[in-house]
């Protein structure tokens, strides 16, 4: 199956800072979605991004599909943003699965 | 809010119960996914269901099974619970069954099996 890597594991930021966190795939993907765990644990929708840029914000993100990897970029950090971000693919040779890395801890201090 | 409804939110229970996990797609999604968040696992993609029927299966315990109803809602249960169940499982929907599209998250349900 389909492997995707985050990097890096675990980051700590001061507030106002700014981070770029990357997911790497071994695949063609039609699908790839970023999310962020909250400390609550609920797992908020931040891109549906298969190719191309978007913006969202603070946020962005930048999905090169035939270099098989997405950027997810955060700009001037908050303490809101701590949590656990998340990247997920759907490979073209699966059916409608997401396929999640082990994602990026944050930790954004005062 | 994603649209998606789960309930219930905490579930606490005992080895060899069973229990029933809910979900309430988004309005309009046909297509509902269920997925486990584990400690040792991470998340994991459990079972689909497109329009009442099944349509992949991933990592699914013969123990645990789910179904799709008529009105789209969808039940996952866990039977003969063990230790190791304690996991935060999430549902999932999305327009139609490929996945050339976003998949909304509902906030899960976290399973305590004590």
């Known amino acids: 199956g389909i492997q995707v890597e985050q990097s890096p594991p675990d980051l700590i930021l001061q507030e106002g800072a700014n981070s770029t966190l990357r997911c790497n795939f071994s695949?063609?993907?039609?699908?790839l979605q970023w999310f962020h765990q909250n400390p609550w644990g609920q797992l908020i929708n931040l891109f549906y991004?298969?190719?191309g840029t978007k913006q969202n914000g603070r946020l962005s993100a930048t999905t090169v599909a035939t270099e098989r990897y997405s950027l997810l970029y955060i700009s001037s950090s908050q303490t809101t943003d701590s949590g656990v971000y998340f990247c997920?693919?759907?490979?073209?040779?699966?059916?409608?699965?997401?396929?999640f890395g082990t994602g990026t801890r944050l930790q954004v201090t005062l | 809010d994603s649209g998606v409804t789960q309930t219930p939110k905490h579930l606490i229970t005992a080895t060899g119960q069973r229990v029933t996990l809910r979900c309430s797609p988004r309005?309009?999604?046909?297509?509902v996914y269920w997925y486990q968040q584990s400690l040792d696992q991470g998340l994991q993609f459990l079972i689909q269901?497109?329009?009442?029927?099944?349509?992949a299966k991933g990592n699914i315990l013969e123990r645990f099974s789910a179904q799709q109803f008529p009105d789209l809602h969808s039940e996952l249960n866990l039977s003969s619970l063990e230790l190791g169940d304690s996991a935060l499982y999430f549902c999932?929907?999305?327009?139609?069954?490929?996945?050339?599209?976003?998949?909304?998250f509902g906030d899960g349900t976290r399973l305590s099996i004590l």
């Open positions: 999932a929907s999305s327009v139609s069954g490929g996945n050339n599209q976003p998949q909304h």
């Open positions: 695949d063609s993907v039609n699908n």
């Open positions: 991004i298969p190719s």
């Open positions: 997920a693919v759907g490979w073209y040779g699966t059916a409608s699965k997401l396929t």
């Open positions: 309005s309009g999604d046909l297509s």
């Open positions: 269901y497109y329009n009442g029927e099944e349509r």
